[in-house]
């Protein structure tokens, strides 16, 4: 090429360049095919033609042209690494490795090559070899604060979160502005459980980045782990102000409704989210478990089948089991929940503890001589419940041994189902046979119980279900249950009652009725993906439903915040008789729960207790209802004789609390 021919190739060249610094493409790519009209083979043109391609989104036509400036050039490490980069695009990683490679070893001392290597092995699935690569860059370069940031990002794809924040955290000390290293880290805290540091870091990466939809999104879903449901709600109307395609936000925003008891507004907003994406298997479970809590159980089945259908090992989806579960037990589909219920995580907990011991997953007819190891899992109220089948499994002629909370051992010392009783503390003992407490209602399912002896019942529909389940036969045990096991008794200690009956006797007249308006962990002091149970009454509405009430209130509230007793007391109208201390002492509270006339409260251990006392109970159910209390009526196949008090799908207690002032007077022979 003439000198002249290679003085306008190089104006042609500069020119091409600052057009596409300033944008200006489609000149840019003239600017360039002129420069090859004077030299077909100008390394430099075809390369930059490959960058204004990759710019343009062409990625097989960049790739084509960094391969001409490549074949010309093959020193060249900037057309390497731009042909790597090309490779990337296209997802063809084993050749975008070695291009990377080649690069390097053309220009060692740069660590975005190197940084390409470890990128390339990570996007290729070798976690542990991206994480060499990476190790080796910030060795030689520990001054480079992306190396940091993605040997980081490296630890996290092998769930080593504890080890990533330290990197992250050096990413951050060398560039304090690294809004991406502030929100992966909170991203790695949030899984570790951390939720303040976690939320501390997400608010730094929105200091330095506001338009962060992801981190938007991310805070949210610490602040639902910190149960802080309101603010959670509001960065997710941020993130979807800022992207309204964003799916994670919409679901994120589902969750914190939910979280706020907000139950049909997250219906539809989860609702939302599968309209536009119909197949994400983690978004379907949360949409079976808000339909399930609408009392769209038909629908909430449905939903819950298709998440398992499209979920993956992969899938956040370990939780619907349980949830298909928990809605089949709450419409009374009692034997087809018990066998959902074996996918609860307690159950593999159990296997990952214990590898040696394998869970019963059949009961043989014939136990003569065996032993059995009955195992709790959860809490006191779920081990009494549970403990209901013990009789019938002692009926097949096996030693029954149960491993449970110490405040019960003593009184299940006495059960005669029970054989042997100790704390779970105490080491597993050895059996035959060893059974989850929970897994009982399996074993002793549809094969045990008299399944064509459907029981009737009269129910008030408080929830109405979809129109489809009113027409399948198999939502017969909407109005029929089978026969259940009743709950388990329990025998007060004879001098427990004698000192409790005179105590009662010292602090008023009979009738006696206590009382319990909260149950269940506070949601400010959850924390935590999972979201425990908890029910509260208002006292103000509580008191109005006693007022008129004769005889002597006695309160069991376990653990009343300051005034709380009190409080109740002037909104009555007269004495609140504080026996709380009896919740700490389970067999003073077993003998106070069988003396008592009446018992007035939201679902707690004291259920159980009173149930096992053979005495029945007044139960005020928030809505949506705990599943033993089921989806509507105004009783539990679980619990004969107990009266059901249910509060309305708006948060109306009014028609309940109603019921509940005309029924007292009249059971306690008051006027």
Same mark, same amino acid.
């Given at each position: ?30 600017? !360039? ?22 710019? $343009? ?13 490549? %074949? ?70 520990? +001054?480079?604060?992306?190396?940091? @940031? ?18 992250? *955290? &050096? ?6 502005? @690294? ?14 459980? +951390?939720?303040?540091? $976690? ?35 509001? &960065? !997710?109307?941020?993130?979807?102000? +800022? ?6 936000? #919409? ?44 009392? *769209? ?6 939903? @819950? ?6 979920? /993956?090992?992969?899938s956040d989806i370990r939780f619907v089991p349980f949830a298909r579960a928990i809605a089949l037990f709450s419409a009374g589909r009692i034997h087809e929940a018990a066998a959902a ?54 009926? *097949? ?22 054989? #042997? /009783? ?30 064509? $002896? ?12 979809? $129109? ?36 009662? &006797? ?22 935590g993906r999972v979201w425990q149970l908890y029910k509260e009454m208002p006292l103000e509405e509580l008191a109005a439903a006693l007022r008129g009430v004769g005889g002597t209130l ?15 007391? %002037?909104?009555?109208? +007269?004495?609140?008789?504080?026996? /709380? ?28 207790? #009173? ?20 989806? !509507? ?39």
């Open positions: 090429m003439s000198t002249r021919k290679a003085r306008q190739a190089a104006t042609l060249l500069e020119s091409g360049l600052r057009q596409l610094q300033q944008g200006q493409l489609d000149q840019a790519r003239q600017s !360039c095919k002129r420069v090859l009209e004077l030299a077909p083979r100008h390394p430099d043109a075809l390369h930059l033609l490959g960058i204004i391609a990759l710019q $343009a989104g062409d990625h097989s036509g960049a790739v084509e042209k960094f391969r001409q400036a490549v %074949a010309i050039r093959p020193d060249h490490p900037a057309y390497q690494a731009n042909l790597a980069y090309g490779y990337v695009r296209l997802q063809r990683l084993t050749e975008a490795l070695a291009a990377f490679e080649r690069a390097a070893r053309l220009e060692p001392d740069d660590p975005e090559l190197q940084l390409g290597i470890g990128n390339c092995l990570g996007m290729m699935g070798k976690a542990e070899a991206a994480e060499a690569a990476l190790r080796r860059l910030v060795e030689r370069h520990p +001054r480079y604060a992306l190396g940091w @940031f993605n040997l980081a990002k490296a630890l996290d794809e092998q769930k080593r979160y504890d080890e990533a924040c330290g990197p992250y *955290r &050096h990413a951050i000390q060398l560039d304090p502005q @690294f809004a991406d290293a502030h929100g992966n880290l909170g991203v790695a805290l949030h899984r570790l459980e +951390r939720y303040e540091e $976690a939320e501390e870091s997400l608010i730094a990466c929105l200091a330095r980045n506001p338009g962060s939809v992801a981190a938007h999104v991310n805070l949210a879903i610490v602040l639902n782990a910190l149960r802080r449901h309101e603010e959670a709600e509001a &960065h !997710c109307r941020e993130a979807i102000r +800022r992207d309204p395609a964003q799916p994670g936000a #919409r679901a994120m925003l589902a969750k914190s409704l939910s979280g706020q008891g907000r139950w049909r507004e997250a219906l539809k907003a989860f609702e939302d989210v599968i309209e536009n994406d119909p197949v994400t298997p983690e978004v379907l479970g949360y949409l079976g478990d808000a339909l399930a809590r609408n009392g *769209r159980i038909p629908e909430a089945l449905e939903a @819950f089948e298709r998440a398992a259908l499209h979920g /993956t090992p992969a219920y074996l996918g609860r995580d307690n159950r593999s907990a159990f296997a990952t503890a214990h590898p040696d011991r394998r869970l019963l997953e059949t009961l043989p007819q014939d136990m003569q001589g065996q032993e059995v190891c009955l195992v709790a899992e959860q809490g006191i109220g779920d081990e009494l419940f549970f403990l209901r089948y013990a009789p019938m499994l002692k009926a *097949r002629g096996c030693r029954v041994i149960f491993q449970g909370n110490r405040k019960i051992v003593s009184i299940l010392e006495r059960c005669a189902a029970l054989d #042997r /009783t100790l704390a779970s503390t105490e080491p597993l003992v050895a059996a035959d046979h060893t059974v989850l407490v929970g897994d009982l209602p399996h074993l002793f399912g549809a094969s045990s119980l008299d399944t064509s $002896a459907l029981q009737p019942r009269g129910m008030e529909l408080g929830v109405p279900l979809a $129109a489809a389940s009113m027409r399948t036969p198999a939502w017969h045990c909407r109005v029929f249950w089978p026969d259940l096991p009743p709950p388990l008794p329990l025998q007060p200690l004879a001098e427990r009652l004698a000192s409790v009956g005179d105590r009662l &006797h010292r602090l008023g007249p009979a009738p006696y009725v206590g009382l319990t308006w909260r149950a269940g962990t506070d949601p400010l002091g959850q924390r006695i309160s069991l509230q376990r653990d009343p915040r300051a005034g709380e007793t009190e409080k109740l007391a %002037a909104l009555i109208g +007269r004495p609140v008789h504080d026996l /709380t201390e009896a919740n700490d002492d389970l067999e003073e509270m077993l003998a106070l729960l069988a003396v008592l006339d009446d018992y007035v409260g939201v679902s707690n251990t004291n259920m159980h207790l #009173r149930a096992g006392a053979g005495r029945t109970a007044r139960v005020l159910v928030p809505w949506p209802a705990e599943w033993r209390w089921m989806i !509507c009526g105004n009783e539990s196949p679980w619990f004969p004789g107990f009266r059901i008090y249910r509060q309305k799908p708006d948060g109306d207690w009014s028609a309940a609390l109603e019921c509940l002032r005309n029924d007292l007077p009249g059971a306690l022979g008051n006027s």
